[in-house]
């Protein structure tokens, strides 16, 4: 028999002493994610000739990025610069609901991201056509509904969710849905059920769709004569497969893996899937992107002549 409490504290196990020095790194690793994603919305907002679908899906991309990593960010820089291991479980709880909105969100943009790169390559004539800004926005609009939809099923289940302590510790850096499974006393089989069902739902099936989706697009790719005009059709979608395959890689790992299995590559795949596509998204849309390149390169000359004159 089990004695159940009320949760009043989260114990984040993962910072302990000696977190001085990666303070300044989780400090550099979010002000290069404000910078970079800040950059992109910028540039996409004052460049009239990125007012287009693909950069009206990547400019939410950058926002998504923004707010997801300040879900986590600021509070583990809190933790490591006090010292203080704990966190309410309502704060806790406010904060998986906030994670795993963005991430679903995330998921079902991407998505998006890759049937605007189909309509683009495999029916350009039809592309102004089909992708109007009206369906842009509502399929903008979608993924962020389903996300803050999706997360509440994953909010509410772990909410309900039984402990044996007042005060519980979990090995991790911050509250997510599968290390407040795996320690919960009462029987978490529905939760555990759900998380699979919602994950390959949200998770697997959007990232089978893009591979479907990519599939066609290297074979129209594949039928183009010139080499040129192929190397230009595949480098409009390489920064969106190397996001995908980032993104999906380590969240997938993540939720639908074997859970326990390997704590430490658990722990580790948390910490890529929340800081390192929010970092790299900006990073690889600029340097292999030429219209954002030229379009950061100009607002940067403007802003050196203007300052300097």
């Not at 993924?143 to 994953?154: A, C, V």
């Amino acid at each position: 028999h089990q004695n159940y409490t009320v949760l009043e504290n989260i114990v984040l196990l993962k910072f302990s002493d000696g977190w001085f020095f990666v303070t300044f790194f989780f400090f550099f690793i979010y002000c290069s994610i404000l910078i970079g994603n800040f950059c992109i919305l910028t540039i996409i907002r004052i460049e009239t000739h990125l007012h287009t679908p693909m950069y009206f899906f990547l400019s939410n991309l950058s926002l998504l990025d923004i707010l997801y990593s300040s879900t986590t960010l600021p509070v583990m820089l809190f933790n490591c610069l006090s010292g203080n291991k704990k966190i309410s479980f309502r704060k806790c709880i406010f904060q998986l609901y906030l994670f795993v909105s963005l991430g679903g969100a995330e998921c079902i943009l991407l998505a998006i991201m890759a049937y605007d790169r189909f309509v683009a390559i495999c029916n350009p004539l039809r592309y102004p056509v089909v992708m109007s800004s009206r369906l842009c926005a509502s399929l903008s609009a979608t993924s962020w509904l389903s996300g803050f939809f999706n997360s509440i099923l994953h909010t509410v289940m772990t909410a309900k969710l039984t402990f044996c302590r007042s005060e519980q510790n979990i090995n991790h850096f911050y509250c997510d849905v599968p290390p407040l499974v795996q320690v919960a006393c009462n029987p978490t089989k529905v939760s555990k059920i759900l998380l699979y069902v919602v994950s390959i739902f949200l998770g697997f099936t959007p990232f089978l769709y893009i591979v479907i989706t990519y599939i066609h697009i290297i074979s129209t790719i594949m039928k183009i004569k010139s080499s040129e005009g192929r190397w230009k059709a595949f480098s409009t979608c390489s920064s969106h497969l190397i996001v995908v395959t980032i993104f999906y890689g380590t969240a997938n790992f993540n939720y639908v893996g074997p859970s326990g299995y390997n704590l430490e590559m658990e722990n580790l795949a948390s910490l890529l899937y929340s800081i390192l596509t929010p970092l790299v998204n900006p990073v690889i849309y600029c340097f292999r992107n030429k219209e954002v390149k030229m379009a950061l390169k100009k607002h940067f000359r403007y802003t050196y002549v203007k300052t300097y004159r």
